[in-house]
T-cell receptor, first 109, second 111 residues
Framework: EDQVTQSPEALRLQEGESSSLNCSYT??????LFWYRQDPGKGPEFLFT???AGEEKEKERLKATLTKKESFLHITAPKPEDSATYLC??????????FGAGTTVTVRA | EADIYQTPRYLVIGTGKKITLECSQT?????MYWYQQDPGMELHLIHY???????EKGDLSSESTVSRIRTEHFPLTLESARPSHTSQYLC??????????FGQGTRLTVV
């Protein structure tokens, strides 16, 4: 059975304090790993797609990396506006898209 | 910017009523999805479609039904709403095996 596990569940950071979020997955054949940001009461907003081990993507203070078993989302020098829930999803095939439970990040000024 | 729209954004309705949540996308995506999400909880896939006239049940059992008569339209229907159906419903679309784009969601409250 396909599984996506995110850790930690919650992360409280001081502004400027860098950290990493983890997404580990078990799928029969990875067809893409996706990172999203979700603000309360809104739909998830797409951040990155990773397809193969060793791949990295960057956007502003965020950097996503992928290995054969897990992905990391690194937040460098976060600001309060980076506070959100970060979701990881995998496409075990071309049809389904399965999400992890998310990591809620709170950045204090 | 993603062109996927959900209506209504908020809906409060009485028990036993029939409701249809609308979802439309203008990107020509073949795949569309419905997720259910309670506040602070994870997304659960309840229905998906990989093209016109194709619909499949997702990982979470749901009393709702869906249809896909046109590529751009993927409505979700509840024949008889109950308080247990109170939740946020999120629609998404996807082309190929690329990323999915989400609508803003419909927050449903059944009283």
């Amino acid at each position: 059975e396909d599984q996506v596990t995110q850790s930690p569940e919650a992360l409280r950071l001081q502004e400027g304090e860098s950290s990493s979020l983890n997404c580990s997955y078990t799928v029969s054949g990875l067809r893409g790993l996706f990172w999203y940001r979700q603000d309360p009461g809104k739909g998830p907003e797409f951040l990155f797609t990773l397809y193969s081990a060793g791949e990295e993507k960057e956007k502003e203070r965020l950097k996503a990396t992928l290995t054969k078993k897990e992905s990391f989302l690194h937040i460098t020098a976060p600001k309060p506006e980076d506070s959100a829930t970060y979701l990881c999803a995998v496409g075990p095939n071309d049809y389904k898209l399965s999400f992890g439970a998310g990591t809620t990040v709170t950045v204090r000024a | 910017e993603a062109d996927i729209y959900q209506t209504p954004r908020y809906l409060v309705i009485g028990t036993g009523k029939k409701i249809t949540l609308e979802c439309s996308q203008t990107m020509g995506h073949d795949k569309m999805y419905w997720y259910q999400q309670d506040p602070g909880m994870e997304l659960h896939l309840i229905h998906y479609s990989y093209g016109v006239n194709s619909t499949e049940k997702g990982d979470l059992s749901s009393e709702s039904t869906v249809s896909r008569i046109r590529t751009e339209h993927f409505p979700l229907t509840l024949e008889s709403a109950r308080p247990s159906h109170t939740s946020q419903y999120l629609c998404a679309s996807r082309g190929g095996n690329t990323e999915a784009f989400f609508g803003q969601g419909t927050r449903l409250t059944v009283v």
